[in-house]
């Protein structure tokens, strides 16, 4: 796996773009079209706003790795935050971030497009770097690890979401009800509609061969964002410190019940078991 692969994904596919219909389906109005992604990021993640009114970034000169569509950028400029953006080359749309910043007049210092290995700032530039949901899909963590920890002052704070091993998705959904599952479709010959993640998944047990698939190192990619995105990992926070040397762990929670195909996504328990891991960390 390389840079070129995950980066070619996260183009065709840019998060969360789909889920509202993309933006061809508004007529290429942007407006429309970042107000419907808002609502349904916050509408599917309703403990995100809460967790970012916990985060302080006000007066704080901020790196967003990863901008996604630009909502969270939004609501960290909301909430005070002097916000400096690099487009890495994970989880970014080609017409992400910008457009929502600009039409909605928020003040930010400069967007850049840019790779997270080599982030084009200078040392010690910012107070916060923020990462939610695009390190675990870094093949080379460590090495990005490495930059932020460069361009992060000696006091900042790193703050990322990670998926999590000890999560209900993981450890119940993935590694054991969507491998039966998959197993049973396959040798039962149902392929799935075209176009349908079924048919995909088929496609990709056919082209790798079943028990091959159904290895962990291979069937935990395709299960997280897609049966056809190509790198994806998990953590427990052991595998924080083993990805992230430079830095030591000051705090973290889990949030976000969601285990399809079980039917108990946004239900309580998330920060017991849920999937998303949050952790914050500071240069040492």
Excluded at 119 to 131: A, E, G, N
Aim: charged share 25%.
């Amino acid at each position: 796996m390389n840079e070129e692969q995950v980066q070619s994904f996260w183009q065709q596919h840019p998060c969360g773009d789909m889920q509202v219909g993309g933006l061809n389906r508004f007529g290429k109005d942007y407006r429309v079209f970042f107000e419907k992604y808002d609502a349904f990021r916050y509408r599917e993640y309703p403990e995100l706003l809460r967790l970012l009114d916990a985060m302080d970034f006000k007066g704080e000169k901020v790196l967003e790795v990863g901008l996604g569509e630009g909502a969270d950028s939004e609501q960290i400029i909301r909430r005070g935050g002097g916000m400096e953006r690099c487009r890495p080359y994970c989880g970014i749309g080609g017409t992400a971030g910008h457009p929502p910043l600009r039409l909605r007049e928020l003040p930010y210092d400069e967007l850049k497009q840019g790779t997270v290995l080599d982030l084009p700032f200078d040392d010690h530039s910012f107070d916060k770097v923020y990462s939610c949901g695009v390190l675990h899909h870094v093949p080379e963590v460590q090495k990005a690890a490495e930059e932020i920890r460069r361009v992060l002052k000696p006091d900042g704070e790193l703050i990322v979401m990670l998926y999590a091993k000890r999560s209900l998705n993981y450890l119940v959904s993935i590694c054991i009800l969507r491998r039966l599952l998959l197993a049973v479709a396959y040798l039962a010959g149902i392929k799935g509609e075209e176009g349908s993640k079924l048919a995909q998944h088929f496609k990709n047990t056919k082209e790798l061969g079943l028990l091959e698939y159904l290895k962990m190192e291979n069937f935990i990619h395709r299960n997280t964002d897609g049966p056809l995105n190509p790198y994806a990992k998990v953590y427990t926070l052991a595998e924080v410190k083993r990805d992230f040397p430079g830095f030591e762990i000051t705090k973290s929670y889990k949030a976000f019940m969601h285990a399809p195909p079980l039917p108990v996504h946004g239900f309580p328990g998330g920060k017991i078991m849920g999937w998303h891991l949050w952790v914050h960390m500071r240069p040492v």
